[in-house]
C-alpha cells in the first residue's frame, strides 16, 4: 500500500501537479525517510534549470527583488519558475515568520509559478537542510529557473555559491556594504552585484566604490568554473520596478557564458558531489552520534572521553578508529 501511495504522488508529480511538488517538498523538509528512495528516482530528471542564489545583508530587499525577477520572467513568457525562500527560524521553537510569501503575494496565483519558504533552523549559512532537495524536486517539475533566497545574517552566506549556478549579491545605501564586500569576500563569490533602494543617498557611491574595488582587486575575482567574467554592478530599485530587466538580463547572461564555456555540466557535477558527502556526514553523524531523540553508538564514549579529559585530539583520532574498525568488521 506504500508503495503504490509513492507511485502514486511520483505519477501525480509527473503530470505537473502542484501539490504534489509540495507534498515532495514537504517529505524533503520533515527528513521522512520515504524521501530517499522517491527522490533518487527523480534525480535523473534534474539538471536543467538554471539555478540562481539572491544573499545579502538583512534589509537589502532581496524578497522584493526576487518579486520583481518573477514579474519580469513570466512577462516574457519563459516557462516555470521556482523559488525557494529560506526565512531566519527561532533557535528554541524552530518557527519562523516566513514572511518572503507576503512580499511575492502578486506571484502566488500564477500556475507557473511555485514559491515555497522554509526556516533555516539550524543549518549553517542562511540554508536549510532540505533547500538543496527542494531545489532539485523544482528542477524534476520542469522550472527552468529556481531562485534560491537565503537568509540575510550580516555576512556572506558561503553555502548559496556552491549550490546555485549564478549568484547575485543584492546591497543598499548607507549600511557600509561596501567595506563589507571587501572584507567578506563578496568579490570572490558574487557573479552579479544588485544595488537596491538605489535612491536613496549613496547609492551611486556604493556601485562606484564596488566598480573601483573589482579593478583594484582584479586578482581575487576568480571564477571557480568561469573564466573571463567580470561581475557587473547593477543599480535597481524592486519598489519602482527600476533596472530589473538590466538585472534579468545579466543572469541570463552568465548562464549563457556558463555554457558557451562547457562549464554548466561541470558546475552540476560538483553540486552532485558535495551533496552526496553531505548526506554521507550526516549519516554517519545520526548513526554514531544519534540525533535529538538520543545517543548514538558512540555518544557515551564520547561523554566518558569528555569527563576524564582527554584531549579533542587525542578522543577524535580514537573515535575515528572505532568507527573505522566497525565498518571493516561489518
Not at 78 to 100: N, W, Y
Not at 226 to 233: A, C, D, H, I, S
Request: negative net charge; aromatic residues 4%.
Amino acid at each position: 500500500m506504500v508503495e503504490r501511495a509513492e507511485g502514486d504522488l511520483l505519477e501525480r508529480f509527473a503530470r505537473g501537479e502542484r501539490t504534489a511538488c509540495a507534498r515532495l517538498i514537504t517529505l524533503a523538509e520533515a527528513r521522512d525517510p520515504r524521501f530517499a528512495a522517491l527522490y533518487d528516482r527523480l534525480a535523473a530528471r534534474t539538471g536543467h534549470a538554471h539555478r540562481v542564489g539572491l544573499t545579502g545583508p538583512p534589509g537589502a530587499g532581496k524578497s522584493s527583488v526576487v518579486d520583481q525577477l518573477l514579474r519580469h520572467w513570466r512577462e516574457a513568457d519563459l516557462g516555470k519558475i521556482g523559488v525557494v525562500a529560506v526565512d531566519p527560524s527561532s533557535p528554541f521553537s524552530g518557527g519562523a515568520l516566513l514572511g518572503d510569501r507576503v512580499r511575492m503575494s502578486s506571484r502566488l496565483g500564477d500556475p507557473q509559478v511555485f514559491i515555497r519558504s522554509m526556516a533555516s533552523r539550524d543549518a549553517h549559512g542562511g540554508l536549510a537542510h532540505a533547500s538543496v532537495e527542494a531545489c532539485d524536486v523544482l528542477d524534476a517539475w520542469g522550472a527552468e529557473r529556481v531562485l534560491l533566497e537565503t537568509v540575510g545574517v550580516g555576512q556572506v552566506e558561503y553555502e548559496v555559491s556552491r549550490v546555485c549556478d549564478t549568484t547575485v549579491v543584492v546591497l543598499h545605501p548607507g549600511s557600509g556594504d561596501s567595506v563589507q564586500a571587501m572584507k567578506a569576500g563578496l568579490l570572490e563569490l558574487a557573479h552579479v552585484f544588485a544595488i537596491n533602494k538605489d535612491d536613496q543617498p549613496g547609492g551611486e557611491r556604493l556601485a562606484a566604490d564596488l566598480e573601483e574595488m573589482l579593478e583594484l582587486r582584479s586578482d581575487l575575482v576568480r571564477e571557480r568554473a568561469l573564466l573571463g567574467w567580470k561581475p557587473p554592478v547593477l543599480r535597481v530599485s524592486a519598489r519602482e520596478g527600476r533596472g530589473i530587466d538590466a538585472l534579468a538580463n545579466a543572469i541570463d547572461a552568465h548562464r549563457r557564458e556558463l555554457e558557451r564555456q562547457g562549464a554548466f555540466a561541470e558546475v552540476r557535477r560538483e553540486r552532485r558531489a558535495a551533496h552526496v558527502r553531505a548526506l554521507v556526514e550526516a549519516t554517519l553523524h545520526a548513526r554514531f552520534f544519534g540525533s535529538g531523540r538520543g545517543a548514538g553508538e558512540l555518544g557515551e564514549e564520547l561523554e566518558r572521553g569528555l569527563d576524564a579529559g582527554e584531549g579533542p585530539y587525542a578522543l577524535a583520532a580514537r573515535l575515528c578508529a572505532r568507527i573505522s574498525g566497525e565498518e571493516q568488521q561489518r
